[in-house]
């Protein structure tokens, strides 16, 4: 039996020490106690008692072994995005909105889903497929170097994305797409982030609206590209794991 609370995954059947204030036996809580009676006896004396289970951190996500293996993990991922956005469709939009609405546009919802999954691709950094990491293993997994200029220029279009359109709020720097968007996920959606949060009450609904088109139209088209490039590079044996490179 497996139970999960505050970011903790206790498995039941083994015993552990835990915290750094040692074990009092007094305290220890008995091996057939619930986890709630030892989480809460754990709690109220500050560490110093003994859980009846192995307390293992979640949350950690695993990198791939491998530059190569990143290749594989980014091609299989977009095509479980495509999966995704199969089940969420999306009308196609164009800039003939209603200036400053209050409606969202009908398809806000599904958009916003699917910027929620392009994240992993084009905004959180520390992602094991963050474009820019992905083109790094593109780089040093080519057999061929001078084929190294043809990956810079992947790494313009992506530091071109999201930035078409910008809006001024008047304070003097335009914010773009992918500066709203993470606003509007990180604000209420997925966590409570104040200012952001007040930032997204204070915009009308087309500048959610255009910067989710603009971000989730742009990202989808680059995603596609990239991982059709990547897999017949891999093919044409242009891509290989461990290769030896020619100069």
Known sequence: MEANTLGLQARAGRSCAVGSGGITSHEAAGEGASFHQAWHLYSRNRGTATLPFEIIRV????????????????????????????????????????????????DRWPRVVRAMALRK????????????????????????????????GY???FRGLGLAIRVDEGSGVPRTAPEIIEDLIYGGLLHGDYDRHERVKSRPSVTHDVSLWQFTSDAEHYI????????????EEMLADGPTRST
């Open 59 to 106: 949350g950690v996500v695993s990198g791939p072994p491998s530059d190569f293996a990143r290749l594989v993990l980014f091609c299989d991922l977009a095509d479980e995005y495509d999966d995704l956005a199969g089940a969420l469709p999306v009308v196609e939009m164009d800039l003939q909105l209603v200036p400053f609405s209050t409606k969202p546009a009908p």
């Open 121 to 152: 691709f084009m905004l959180t950094k520390s992602d094991h497929v963050y474009v820019p990491t992905v083109l790094d293993a593109v780089e040093r997994c080519l057999t061929d170097r001078s084929l190294v200029q043809n990956v810079e």
């Open 155 to 157: 790494r313009e279009g």
């Open 224 to 235: 596609r590209k990239l991982r059709g490039v990547i897999r017949r590079s891999i093919e």
